[in-house]
């Protein structure tokens, strides 16, 4: 640092003192001098970067020391160049003063030169140390960020690629996500310009919007049939695709490392509840109003919206205004009034948005014209091309676990890919698989028949992929789940087409389809009786109610009496075995074909479809009431028994659908519990 001659300013209104300072430190520094404070400052306006130190007197006219000091201070010279105050002044209460005003050291006349020289110059490099340090920090700080903006970016490279991989996969356009987030960020801005209560800072819009292109992530785990049907989902499917709400919350927490916490919240919360509905129609908790998270209630708006305007497989896009009409007269389910109350006021920017969208998607680039190859080079370069596509075909059959299958129709012959031989220890070739005798041995008897719809399928529609699932037997002698994927070659030589060939691959689902199924059962159960939970058992009797609407039905609402008394008193595992008991019981009284429930903590329901009369209702009460006082367990409670009240309802008599239904039965039992332990009543007073 002396090596580039910076600067020390001495400050004193006695020229011999600035001469006896300009001869210690002249050999290394440039010396500039100023007869009082005021001279001082406007040096420092010009040279402030250029100082190294200022030696400071306090007695000087036209302005002291500490009053140059003070200014020194408030104009942040300070906080880069020492000042060293060199005084006669050296009092303990004038010291203090002056360091309370940010000098870096006190020296006091007369002074030794050589401890002046030493001081000083240690204060220079404590403070070149300091200004290093903070350029390196400063330096270290710029690579920080930029490497944390770089790592952002990566990350959100990382998640929109995933995000487009699944829009791909559904095939949908990579605008599906910038549409979303964009709505997203609308919608935000206006609900929380119309409602306090709604409203977020800048930066947190923009990580909700950024959330919002994860909603649909989990449909990587949905297969591809039920992803990209053309026609309407069958319920069976429907519950599958359902799933995608659970299963994308369970790939996001293997990936929360992605993205800081905040986020990750955002991400799971939009994830989960984007098809909840605001009357708890939705799917996949049933929560309803306020319990729906408000960045998940505009992503969902924001996906039926988009949907509705965009073209998709199984149906052609509508305007802007009959998507706004739609929505707003509900027939896409029930949304809060007051997002619906915005999505009004910005109908116009949305239409705009889309425009925009639309306009900035990239032509496709023509090709460059080419001329003609020779006829010998032309033949070299497609088998050169053909050797390239028989090397990929080879490598993606070798590593994608996929078995990839050619059929001979005239010949009834399957060739497989040779990974067949290690991964199911299959022939390569079969002969009579599907026409002949062969099909028993290898495909469950139950799904011989699809190979034939598959080629009718194939031959009804030609230019169409047929998808279909099957059990094969696999090298544990053990059927497997696999889903066949298969599109027809025809030959048109005579004019009318002919299905010479079917080609394909078949990949293993089985992993799939059995977590499918005990993600099903898992949501639909309450886990400590097997019953069916609140949500299943509200959905079983309102499908009951749908498809048989003219029938009749009786909803039976038991409550165990004194259950918390006897957690409290004896402990939850003695509330657990009562609860058990119970759904034992209520499987002994009532049929198989009657819909039983855990419906909240102590409380069940039954509903039981068709006509019974009001002596066959009374008897079945009286002899769930008999079995719960009788049902003798180790409880370790007086009596060694329990009880339980019941309230009755009965379908359409007492109420037309189900939330009336539960309610009066509600209301009976009310009544039950007013008679005493162990009773039960009607809804209709006449009957009890």
């Known amino acids: 640092?002396?090596?580039?001659?910076?600067?020390?300013?001495?400050?004193?209104?006695?020229?011999?003192?600035?001469?006896?300072?300009?001869?210690?430190?002249?050999?290394?520094?440039?010396?500039?001098?100023?007869?009082?404070?005021?001279?001082?400052?406007?040096?420092?306006?010009?040279?402030?970067?250029?100082?190294?130190?200022?030696?400071?007197?306090?007695?000087?006219?036209?302005?002291d020391g500490l009053t140059a000091l003070t200014e020194m201070n408030r104009l942040g010279?300070?906080?880069?160049?020492?000042?060293?105050?060199?005084?006669?002044?050296?009092?303990?209460?004038?010291?203090?003063?002056?360091?309370?005003?940010?000098?870096?050291?006190?020296?006091?006349?007369?002074?030794?030169?050589?401890?002046?020289?030493?001081?000083?110059?240690?204060?220079?490099?404590?403070?070149?140390?300091?200004?290093?340090?903070?350029?390196?920090?400063?330096?270290?700080?710029?690579?920080?960020?930029?490497?944390?903006?770089?790592?952002?970016?990566?990350?959100?490279?990382?998640?929109?690629t995933l995000c487009t991989a699944v829009e791909f996969r559904n095939g949908e356009s990579g605008t599906h996500i910038v549409r979303i987030r964009d709505i997203t960020h609308v919608l935000l801005k206006e609900l929380g310009r119309k409602h306090s209560k709604y409203s977020f800072p800048d930066f947190q819009i923009d990580i909700i919007s950024d959330a919002a292109a994860m909603h649909d992530i989990g449909k990587i785990a949905v297969p591809d049939a039920i992803l990209n049907k053309p026609g309407r989902?069958?319920?069976?499917?429907?519950?599958?695709?359902?799933?995608?709400?659970?299963?994308?919350?369970?790939?996001?927490?293997?990936?929360?490392y992605v993205q800081d916490q905040d986020y990750f919240e955002f991400c799971y919360e939009i994830c989960r509840h984007h098809h909840e509905r605001?009357?708890?129609?939705?799917?996949?908790?049933?929560?309803?109003?306020?319990?729906?998270?408000?960045?998940s209630q505009v992503v969902a708006l924001a996906d039926v919206y988009d949907a509705l305007?965009?073209?998709r497989t199984y149906k052609k896009a509508f305007s802007h205004e009959k998507a706004m009409e739609m929505i707003i007269g509900g027939e896409c389910g029930q949304f809060n009034p007051d997002l619906l109350a915005a999505f009004l006021e910005v109908g116009e920017t949305l239409r705009d948005l889309y425009t925009k969208i639309s306009a900035n998607v990239p032509a496709p680039v023509a090709p460059l014209p080419m001329a003609p190859p020779k006829v010998d080079e032309n033949q070299q370069r497609i088998m050169r091309l053909l050797e390239i596509e028989r090397a990929k075909f080879h490598i993606i059959s070798q590593t994608s676990g996929d078995v990839v299958f050619e059929y001979d129709v005239e010949e009834d012959k399957v060739i497989l890919s040779d990974n067949v031989s290690y991964l199911y220890e299959w022939p390569i070739e079969h002969v009579g698989l599907i026409k002949g005798d062969n099909a028993s041995s290898v495909?469950?008897?139950?799904?011989?028949?699809?190979?034939?719809?598959?080629?009718?399928?194939?031959?009804?529609?030609?230019?169409?992929?047929?998808?279909?699932?099957?059990?094969?037997?696999?090298?544990s002698a053990q059927y497997q789940w696999f889903e066949l994927v298969a599109r027809g070659y025809f030959n048109e030589d005579g004019g009318q087409p002919v299905l010479t060939d079917v080609i394909g691959k078949l990949v293993n689902i089985h992993e799939l389809k059995t977590d499918v199924a005990q993600w099903k059962t898992d949501v639909q159960r309450d886990s400590l009786t097997g019953l069916s939970n609140y949500a299943s058992f509200r959905?079983?009797?309102?499908?009951?109610?749908?498809?048989?609407?003219?029938?009749?039905?009786?909803l039976f609402y038991l409550d165990v009496d004194d259950l918390k008394y006897i957690n409290t008193a004896y402990g939850h595992q003695t509330g657990d075995k009562i609860l058990r008991c119970i759904a034992d019981q209520l499987?002994?009284?009532?049929?198989?074909?009657?819909?039983?429930?855990?419906?909240?903590?102590?409380?069940?329901?039954?509903?039981?479809?068709?006509?019974?009369?009001?002596?066959?209702?009374?008897?079945?009460?009286?002899?769930?009431?008999?079995?719960?006082?009788?049902?003798?367990?180790?409880?370790?409670?007086?009596?060694?028994?329990?009880?339980?009240?019941?309230?009755?309802?009965?379908?359409?008599?007492?109420?037309?659908?189900?939330?009336?239904?539960?309610?009066?039965?509600?209301?009976?039992l009310f009544r039950a519990k007013a008679k005493g332990k162990n009773q039960y009543a009607f809804f209709s007073e006449d009957l009890s």
């Not at 008897?445 to 037997?473: A, M, P, S, Y």
Request: charged content about 25%; glycine content about 6%; overall charge negative.
């Open 278 to 295: 605001w009357d708890g129609r939705g799917y996949p908790d049933g929560i309803a109003g306020e319990a729906i998270p408000i960045w």
């Open 309 to 311: 305007v965009s073209e």
């Open 77 to 160: 010279y300070l906080n880069t160049v020492p000042v060293v105050m060199v005084t006669a002044e050296s009092t303990e209460g004038i010291s203090l003063k002056m360091y309370e005003l940010g000098a870096s050291d006190v020296i006091s006349k007369p002074f030794n030169p050589s401890v002046v020289r030493q001081r000083v110059y240690n204060i220079m490099e404590l403070y070149d140390y300091r200004r290093d340090l903070e350029e390196i920090v400063k330096r270290q700080t710029v690579t920080l960020e930029a490497q944390a903006d770089k790592l952002k970016k990566t990350n959100g490279f990382v998640i929109d």
């Open 1 to 63: 640092m002396e090596s580039m001659m910076k600067k020390i300013l001495v400050v004193d209104d006695v020229e011999l003192n600035r001469a006896i300072l300009y001869e210690l430190f002249s050999a290394d520094h440039e010396i500039l001098e100023a007869e009082n404070g005021k001279e001082a400052l406007e040096i420092l306006a010009v040279h402030s970067a250029d100082l190294s130190m200022v030696l400071l007197d306090i007695v000087m006219p036209v302005m």
């Open 443 to 475: 495909i469950h008897q139950k799904d011989g028949d699809v190979f034939n719809q598959i080629l009718e399928e194939i031959t009804n529609n030609r230019n169409e992929t047929v998808r279909k699932t099957l059990r094969i037997k696999t090298r």
């Open 539 to 554: 959905k079983q009797v309102n499908n009951a109610l749908e498809t048989n609407p003219e029938g009749d039905g009786t």
């Open 587 to 668: 499987k002994v009284v009532f049929r198989a074909s009657d819909i039983v429930g855990r419906t909240g903590g102590d409380e069940f329901m039954v509903f039981l479809s068709g006509t019974i009369s009001a002596d066959m209702l009374r008897s079945k009460a009286e002899q769930l009431c008999s079995a719960l006082s009788s049902a003798c367990l180790d409880l370790n409670i007086p009596g060694n028994h329990f009880t339980g009240c019941i309230g009755i309802a009965r379908y359409p008599y007492d109420a037309m659908d189900y939330q009336t239904l539960t309610r009066q039965a509600g209301e009976a």
């Open 233 to 256: 989902l069958t319920p069976e499917e429907f519950e599958i695709m359902k799933l995608h709400t659970v299963k994308g919350c369970e790939l996001l927490e293997k990936l929360d």
